[in-house]
């Protein structure tokens, strides 16, 4: 009996393998633009047809491991505090038995002040952080971009190879909610997913003067 519990036992983990194997796997966060998590967040994966759906635990996180590799797959974000639903398109999956990262950020700016999206880079390996895609009508323009490491301040010792952070500078020229879709990649590969994605969804609003 005890043998046949254990070769059960082997049999489904076996498959579980085998299955996890022939797909890929997608890791969402959730958090506002101070990384504070947002929790009970709905998120639904679409792709080829199929949709999945979830909410994001106390860290702002959930995972869904069944995602139809190299494919292209959507994201729908719908918060409980009344904010606009999130709708992001045109995102890869990656290759069988790999994971991919999305990051999503809601963050609230002033027209005319500026926004900085801050994100761990290592532009010695090929990768950097490239904009895919941004909404139609956006209130926010790309301006500037800019690579900090612990080496370029002051009375640190230079190190080849070293990672950072890159810095990109959006202004607010307009009112409303901008989404910017940002990708993590070698600008030389094609036809393949990035390593992951990060997702900024922003609202500009009137700047009140002080009384």
Same mark, same amino acid.
């Given at each position: 009996m005890l043998k046949a519990i254990l070769a059960a036992v082997f049999f489904l983990g076996a498959a579980a393998?085998?299955?996890?194997?022939?797909?890929?796997?997608?890791?969402?966060?959730?958090?506002?633009?101070?990384?504070?998590?947002?929790?009970? =967040?709905?998120v639904a994966v679409m792709s080829q047809g199929h949709s999945w759906k979830c909410k994001t635990d106390?860290?702002? #996180?959930?995972?869904?491991?069944?995602?139809?590799? %190299?494919?292209?797959?959507?994201?729908?974000? %719908?918060?409980?505090?009344?904010?606009?639903?999130?709708?992001?398109k045109g995102l890869m999956a990656p290759a069988a038995g790999h994971n991919i990262p999305v990051s999503i950020e809601y963050g609230i700016i002033?027209?005319?002040?500026?926004?900085? =999206? #801050?994100?761990?880079?290592?532009?010695?390996?090929?990768?950097?952080?490239?904009?895919?895609?941004?909404?139609?009508?956006?209130?926010? #323009?790309?301006?500037? +971009?800019?690579?900090?490491?612990?080496?370029? +301040?002051?009375?640190?010792?230079?190190?080849?190879g070293a990672g950072g952070t890159e810095k990109l500078i959006f202004k607010a020229i307009g009112l409303g909610r901008s989404n910017v879709l940002l990708g993590y990649r070698r600008s030389w590969e094609k036809g393949i997913s990035p390593v992951r994605y990060y997702?900024?969804?922003?609202?500009? +609003?009137?700047k009140h003067k002080q009384k």
């Open positions: 393998s085998a299955s996890s194997a022939q797909t890929a796997s997608v890791s969402v966060t959730v958090t506002d633009s101070s990384y504070n998590a947002i929790a009970d =967040v709905s106390r860290t702002g #996180k959930f995972s869904l491991l069944s995602l139809p590799p %190299n494919e292209n797959f959507s994201l729908s974000v %719908n918060r409980e505090d009344g904010t606009d639903p999130l709708e992001i002033h027209k005319g002040d500026r926004y900085a =999206v #801050k994100l761990p880079s290592n532009p010695s390996t090929g990768y950097s952080w490239e904009i895919l895609a941004d909404s139609a009508y956006s209130p926010l #323009k790309y301006e500037e +971009r800019t690579f900090e490491t612990e080496e370029t +301040r002051p009375g640190s010792k230079l190190r080849a997702i900024c969804t922003v609202m500009s +609003r009137i």
